[in-house]
């Protein structure tokens, strides 16, 4: 199939061919035809599957042959949790309505409000926002949304795990009734499927990989290592291998600072990017890896979410999630359009009931190696995918802070009181292996 078939214009299919698209993705081909019809659309799709391009490229499509936004008015709103995520998918929406007479605004919370007010003082045809901003920017007149056509939910999952479901509500309440609707989730929860409700009429439904399988092209493997000894294999296995690109994952943002410190100590550039750092900071740690001036970026789960990072080789989780599904949506990062790639967890024992849930979760048993010179004297215990084992019940993931949520109002009520962040996990000590009965495994791999 070719995008030719799909109904995009000559100026849409024109930018296409400059990105070096070819083929449309799965999500592509299936969301495309829907939009265009006018269609509501709930998709389970995660990053990396092209999803941007499947509600964007219809988007375009239909807003340019309609009218252009009037002053403070927007005409399609794309809201995403994350500022990082906000600025990729306008960065996309530029590039494929580069030769469309359509303007588009970026909008999110951590940066000066005025710019911005500014900005939408001429009206957008699409904006994309952040929700906490989107609702500052409504209640100082700066945006209006009477010709509103679309809306799109991107990463709805993550809006929720992030606590913004009262801002999405209102949001909701303050669009014109009669609009489009697109609903994008790498899962689908009960909670996901209650906000749909009130959301989608009549939706189309797409999903393109199955729930929670991690793709193919994507080598896992774990390195059972004591918590402390973890920094130092960490840079053994990025001399050894030369690795030049990697994203690694630490589960706290001391730790991220921490690791970072620590491999710039050892001669390997890093930077960490995490909701304490300053936009610019983030936006340029974030070029910096893209352009290989800093070979390591040492991230956590929230500022990850949705980094789109061409062809990313390599992926490290330096802690494992506490979540199964994040580790999903980590190694989401590597593998991409037909790229293949490596995904390691260096892993302790007190994480063991972590593993146990991935490899449930992924249905796979992941392939154990342990590094000369590393070799763990706290064992971490046998795990493996068991069909019959009932999954154990996960944590909730923490809320940011309120001060720092990615997108959040300035000034924004206070989150409840949380407790503090975790003792950073390089130091340590690890916890007692938690007992489990266990097949016996040989330990040759
Ligand atoms: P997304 O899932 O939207 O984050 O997109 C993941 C990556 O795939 C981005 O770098 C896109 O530029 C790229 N991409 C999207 N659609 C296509 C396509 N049809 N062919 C090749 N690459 C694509």
């Known amino acids: 199939m070719s995008f030719d078939s799909l109904g995009l214009s000559a100026q849409i299919l024109e930018a296409i061919a400059e990105e070096g698209y070819e083929t449309p993705s799965p999500i592509q081909a299936k969301a495309i035809p829907a939009v265009l019809e006018g269609r509501d659309v709930m998709a389970a799709a995660q990053t990396g599957t092209g999803k941007t391009a499947g509600f964007t490229l219809p988007i375009l499509e239909l807003l340019s042959r309609g009218e252009r936004a009037g002053p403070n008015q927007a005409r399609a709103l794309i809201l995403t949790p994350t500022r990082e995520l906000a600025a990729q998918v306008g960065d996309n929406v530029r590039s494929y309505s580069r030769h469309l007479p359509l303007s588009s605004t970026i909008v999110y919370g951590g940066v000066k409000i005025n710019p911005q007010m500014m900005r939408l003082r001429r009206g957008a045809d699409v904006l994309i926002a952040t929700p906490g901003r989107l609702l500052d920017l409504y209640n100082q007149n700066a945006v209006r949304f009477k010709h509103l056509e679309v809306l799109v939910l991107d990463e709805a999952d993550r809006m929720l795990d992030m606590g913004f479901i009262h801002d999405i509500k209102k949001i909701l309440n303050i669009l014109p009734k009669h609009r489009q609707n697109l609903m994008f989730s790498a899962t689908f929860s009960d909670q996901i499927r209650t906000l749909a409700k009130s959301l989608v009429n009549d939706p189309v439904e797409i999903s393109v990989s199955p729930r929670n399988t991690t793709t193919k092209l994507v080598k896992q493997w774990v390195c059972p290592v004591d918590k402390k000894q973890k920094p130092g294999l960490l840079t053994n296995l990025i001399k050894k291998h030369k690795w030049e690109q ?16 620590h491999l710039d100590g050892k ?144 000034g924004a009520k206070k989150a409840p009181k949380k407790p503090r962040e975790k003792a950073e996990p390089m130091l340590a000590t690890p916890r007692k292996a938690p007992r489990r009965r266990v097949k016996p495994r040989n330990n040759n791999d």
Request: hydrophobic share 35%; proline share 5%.
């Open 246 to 261: 990697v994203l690694v994952f630490t589960r706290t943002k001391h730790g991220a600072n921490r690791l970072s410190r």
């Open 267 to 410: 001669g390997i550039t890093s930077a960490a990017i995490h909701g304490n750092k300053s936009q610019g900071a983030r936006t340029r740690a974030l070029t910096e890896f893209k352009s290989g001036e800093v070979r390591v970026l040492v991230a956590t789960d929230i500022a990850a979410r949705g980094l789109d990072i061409d062809q990313l080789p390599q992926v490290v989780n330096f802690d494992l999630p506490n979540v199964a599904e994040d580790y999903v949506h980590r190694i989401g990062r590597t593998g991409r359009a037909g790229a293949t790639g490596q995904a390691v967890s260096l892993v302790s024992a007190d994480e063991a009931d972590q593993l146990v849930d991935i490899e449930q979760l992924i249905k796979q048993t992941l392939d154990r190696k342990i590094v000369a010179g590393f070799e763990p004297v706290h064992d971490v215990p046998e795990t493996g995918h068991d069909p019959s084992r009932r999954p154990r019940k996960q944590k909730k993931p923490k809320k940011p802070k309120a001060g720092h949520k990615d997108g959040q109002r300035s």
